[in-house]
């Protein structure tokens, strides 16, 4: 019964903020590398930030370094995507993944992934 569900998404004015929550179950967080990935319509799923398990590195892509933080609270089995300074071109769906312990930010090494959660910042 493993499950990843986000949260937290919305639609947010052009340079404000957005807290993102995925809540796993069914297995223990700190055991899997934790992805967070977005697509936006017509575009390719792209990596955004990861954290590998155990205490691993972290990694961010190019286009969010200095906005974004990833985080996690293993007592709540909960990882967070904490964006500020949201642009337009930050609308997308966010989703969490997990998979195997190197943080990567391409999709192939994750197994398991959330529905989603809809950002939209207007302009």
């Known amino acids: 019964q493993l499950q990843l569900v986000e949260s937290g998404g919305g639609l947010v004015q052009y340079g404000g903020s957005l807290r993102l929550s995925c809540v796993a179950s069914?297995?223990?967080?700190?055991?899997?590398?934790i992805g967070w990935f977005r697509q936006a319509p017509g575009k390719e799923r792209e990596g955004v930030s990861c954290?590998?398990?155990?205490?691993?590195?972290?990694n961010y892509a190019d286009s969010v370094k200095g906005r974004f933080t990833i985080s996690r609270d293993n007592a709540k089995n909960t990882v967070y995507l904490q964006m500020n300074s949201l642009k337009p071109e930050d609308t997308a769906v966010y989703y969490c993944?997990?998979?195997?312990?190197?943080?990567?930010?391409?999709?192939?090494?994750?197994?398991?992934w959330g529905q989603g959660t809809q950002v939209t910042v207007s302009s």
């Open positions: 954290f590998s398990a155990r205490g691993g590195p972290t």
């Open positions: 069914g297995f223990a967080l700190d055991s899997y590398a």
């Open positions: 993944a997990a998979g195997f312990g190197l943080c990567v930010l391409w999709a192939a090494p994750y197994d398991s």
